[in-house]
């Protein structure tokens, strides 16, 4: 999958989730800071990346990832080692 | 004669209660099922055997030989730590020969060369032989097969173990204006409790019990039989029903009856707990509640294990394992069987069985934080109450979340929207 196809879909999942609007998440936007997420909605993002790309994601490295980029990146990873 | 207590292969039907603890350490009444079964045998060489990942664990927490074979090359005095003692019940250590209460094994008396012809280093298959090679006995006492069994017994025990230990009158503070209903003599409050102005103590249907540094705050309610142990508080305006058992430094408000709170956990505000065992380490958030009765009086089924099991009885609440959290406004079905380390927030109808580790939000089954982050969580939550984490609490915990991965992937996956 390419990766704009995966920006796409990825920032279409966060802004329903968080309920920001898309066009106000960036590739450099971090989760926390930026874009206002609870411990609670990092797991329902974690949830739905895996749903959307079905991908299984470690929780503790899931986690770790601060910025949009970095979770495009990560699920790319992902996929490319499924 | 030495004497082994031993927990068998039944741990897993006291689960979430049991994952990281053994089963002797699980409290009903004043005390827990080892405290009771140590009075019976506190004169003699006392051993204990538990499942392999916690023996680490229990060598580091008692001073007792921990799954020691040697115990096996003696005279034995086999007890399963399942049994509920009462003051009442007897051990007769006379002949040779075990005791079962309908067919559920109780203790067994052994001469040494019986012991080596059976032990082949498997405790289970050591139980289910020696009634090969003894005789057998029935015995009318109390076997704790099912977390539910704690909370039928309990008002009885918590009874049983007043009357035991004999003590009565007041030796904390207490307030002029607190009140005892009913019969004087059944309330004992140890010293350096207090027990607050307008505090009412109804011991009508049985006594109350109120251990060192306990406190009870202003204008709450108490009825007996209750215990309220060491360093646990009683919050203002609480209604403490009858049949309750609370351990050591918790944190009890809003209405609770019939229900067993280990140690460490908090129920700070409103909300109704019964017929319940709560864990140690537990925080229930603001209105939490549980269901005990069905609304069309049937039996309740729990959850055991992630199988379901007929109870036979009519009140069963929840079963919370340790350190497991719950959001604000949390609704939990009859007979809800919650795992360890779970966390757990409002919305909706809740299932009944949370795996352990889980979180449930938005009506899903969802992965955690991540172990880690829930070990770090565990320890500031102790450190809070002055505990530390050991590292063989942590390699247990490590153990569990292992043992339990597949059972969690399993609700995850099917609580998923896309597979």
Known sequence: MEKQEIEARVKKIISKILG???????????????????????????????????????????????TVDKAIEFIKKHLENK | MKVLIFEDSNWINLTPLSYIKPVFELRCGFSTLFDKIRCKVEKMEIGLWVREYLINLIKAKYNYPVNDESFFMDDLLLINSRWLVTSKDKIEIIDEGIYQSEGDFVYAVLKQGTVKKIWDGDIDRFISEIKNHVKKEEKNVRIIKYPWHFIHFNSEILQDDFEFIGKSGIKGKFHSNAIIYGDEKRVYTEKDSEVHPFVVLDTHAGPIYIDKKAKIFPNARIEGPCYIGEDTQIMPGANIREGNSFGPVCRIGGEVEESIFHSYSNKYHDGFIGHSYIGEFVNLGALTTNSDLKNDYSSVVVYVNGKPVDTGELKVGSFIGDHTKTSIGVFFNTGSSVGMMCNVTSGGILPKFFPSF?????????????IEMMLKTAKIAMERRGRTLSLEEEEVIRKVYEITEEQRKEYISKSRKIT
């Open chain 1, 20 to 66: 920001v609007d898309e066009g106000k998440i960036t590739s450099e936007s971090r989760f926390v800071e930026d874009l206002g997420t609870e411990s609670v909605q990092s797991l329902e993002l974690v949830a739905a990346f895996e749903e959307e790309f079905g991908i299984e994601m470690e929780e503790d490295a899931a986690l770790e990832v601060k």
């Open chain 2, 358 to 370: 889980i979180w449930y939000i938005n009506g899903r089954y969802m992965k955690g934080l991540g």
